[in-house]
């Protein structure tokens, strides 16, 4: 009894204490000591110190804000993440040569919890990277439903997953529409009676109507029907391909039993080539377009407004409006560039747009990491749809708001997108974009119908001419998940072989498109095929086939 007497006073004493003068130890509490707070029902809670991750962005890019800046700890977003999860992270952004820092670091032996980086092999060879199984399977529920059965395409031989990816197409969803077209002046075209451009015949009589009655500028230069320019794979006759169904930016021909040709040897290609060839021949494509750089026919044929037509990434033409309308051209608001896609006879559905469900980049968790718990609910957290928009827009109530149950850019902050103001600036004042490559993508839409960056969205921006794009080219995607790698763990003689015909491939297409008549083509394009083989083109499209195949049953599970 007096055993819990002397109890019962230390405790009273204990209470007089802490009421009286708010604490009986030092005032200044160690920075690990949890935080007291006292709620309405004069129970007191326990605030945990957040958990305090360190993080290194070396993927490559330059940083809007310098390494040190505390706009990388204290922005909104990581704020918001702080509050919803209490997970603090202590950012080191590389710019420059990131991969060659990183190097260095990790030789050290002091590198951080978390790493973003371009390519995870050095660091899951060298066991810095943990495996996630177990972690996704008990904090990863989101990040399952998200990935799908892409995550298999994650493993390694052993059966683990050591890195996550960003910019990866969610389960279910469909991207908007980006990618190759064929893009027509809307002023011309609708002069011309706004014809339907469905086929590659259409787009051929629509082209010599241009000629006929366009042949020259208003001041006098010589028009373009249709233009160009000649840098690697952006132009002249790739988004030409990629309207005959070889998945954009693949080079590659899938036939129905999977096996992977380059598209020289698809059974479109000659059809292609010819169609090239015969603009060619009737002077209906600018003969430059084949030899000019971009700058070049930026600068001496799209801004003195002499092309009517292009084929090629819809970006390419659609900031040249502002150049018309600073210009004061006759009739300038309507001189912007639509996106048309068309088919030829013998093509596949055209694949003006890849993406892919595996994504790319790599975020790993370190063997140094202090809470690879905290880490994976992170990574978990920004898979979904609450940290995803999050991570691309900022937190509610900055730059957006919730109206009728949907995400709405607030009208002081549209203004502002629509005045071009820079992005770094909104940045500042939101914190989107900075945590958007964890595990983060902007392809498909949110629930809410909406782009995943609310300043893309054509509709919430009021854009006509991106919804005009978005109508043509969105039912125009590729599922490329399985073609992304296909030269992976290939033998220096296989990879010698794909780099010479890779160069062939580019390079000799052109004496084929500017044959003279239709049996130099026909000679050409014969030629054309039998260098590929000459340079190896049948041993890595064997090996590209294996690898796909191979890629499609580990996607599957099987």
């Known amino acids: 009894m007096k055993r ?41 809670q326990t605030k945990e110190e957040p ?76 066991k810095i990277a943990i495996p996630l199984n177990d972690l996704i399977e008990t904090y990863g529920g989101d990040l399952k439903k998200k990935y799908g059965s892409a995550l298999n395409l994650l493993k390694q031989s052993d059966g683990n997953i050591y890195h996550l990816t960003n ?69 002249p006759y790739f988004g030409m ?13 899938i036939a129905p039993d999977d096996s992977i040709t380059y598209w020289a040897k698809a059974p479109w290609a000659q059809e292609v080539l010819q169609f090239y060839n015969k603009l060619y021949r009737e002077g209906l494509i600018d003969p430059e377009a084949f030899t000019q750089d971009y700058a070049t026919w930026q600068k001496s044929k799209l801004y003195p407004a002499r092309v009517a037509a292009h084929i090629g990434g819809w970006n390419q033409t659609y900031d040249v409006l502002k150049t018309y309308t600073d210009a004061k051209l006759p009739n300038a608001e309507k001189m912007y560039f639509q996106n048309v896609v068309f088919k030829f006879p013998s093509g596949d559905k055209p694949a003006v747009f890849s993406v892919s469900k595996k994504g790319n980049g790599a975020i790993i968790i370190t063997d140094k990491c202090k809470d690879p718990e905290a880490a994976m609910k992170l990574l978990n957290y ?73 300043k893309d969205d054509p509709i919430a921006t009021n854009d006509t001419r991106a919804q005009q794009r978005d109508t043509a080219l969105s039912p125009y995607w590729y599922d490329a998940t399985t073609i992304g790698d296909l030269m992976a763990d290939a033998d220096m003689d296989t990879l010698n072989k794909q780099q010479a015909v890779d160069k062939r491939l580019y390079e000799n297409a052109f004496s084929v498109i500017l044959a003279k008549s239709e049996a130099e083509f026909e000679a050409e394009f014969a030629k054309f095929v039998r260098d590929l083989d000459a340079a190896g083109a049948e041993q890595v499209e064997a090996y590209m086939t294996k690898m796909h195949k191979q890629y499609e049953s580990q996607l599957s599970g099987t």
């Open 4 to 44: 819990q007497s002397k109890i019962i006073s230390t405790l009273a004493a204990a209470m007089v204490c802490f009421t009286v003068l708010g604490a009986c130890s030092n005032n200044n509490n160690s920075a690990n000591e949890p935080v007291v707070s006292s709620n309405d029902g004069g129970q007191t």
């Open 51 to 126: 958990i305090v991750l360190s993080i290194v962005n070396s993927a490559g890019g330059t940083p809007n804000f310098p390494t040190g800046d505390p706009f990388w700890e204290e922005n909104p977003v990581a704020k918001a993440l702080e509050e919803k999860l209490n997970i603090k992270l202590k950012w080191d952004v590389y710019s420059g040569v990131g991969k060659d820092k990183l190097n260095v670091t990790l030789a050290s032996g002091d590198y951080p919890d978390i790493i973003m980086l371009s390519d995870p092999a050095r660091v899951i060879a060298d």
């Open 167 to 235: 910019s990866y197409l969610p389960e279910g969803a469909t991207p908007p529409g980006f990618g190759y077209s064929l893009q027509v002046r809307t002023d011309i075209y609708e002069a011309l009676g706004s014809p339907k451009m469905e086929t590659a015949d259409d787009v051929y009589n629509y082209l010599k109507a241009v000629k006929e009655k366009y042949p020259k500028t208003p001041d006098g230069q010589t028009m373009y029907p249709l233009s160009g320019y000649n840098r690697n794979w952006g132009s």
């Open 241 to 253: 391909i990629a309207m005959a169904g070889s998945p954009a930016d693949s080079k590659l021909y």
């Open 382 to 454: 920004l898979t979904t749809e609450e940290g995803n928009f999050l991570a691309m827009n900022g937190p509610e109530g900055i730059q957006w708001e919730m109206v009728d149950g949907k995400p709405t850019l607030k009208q002081s902050y549209l203004d502002r997108w629509l005045a071009g103001e820079k992005q770094v600036n909104i940045e500042q004042e939101t914190g989107m974009a900075h945590y958007a490559r964890l595990v983060g993508s902007d392809l498909g839409r949110t629930s809410w119908g909406t782009y995943w960056i609310l």
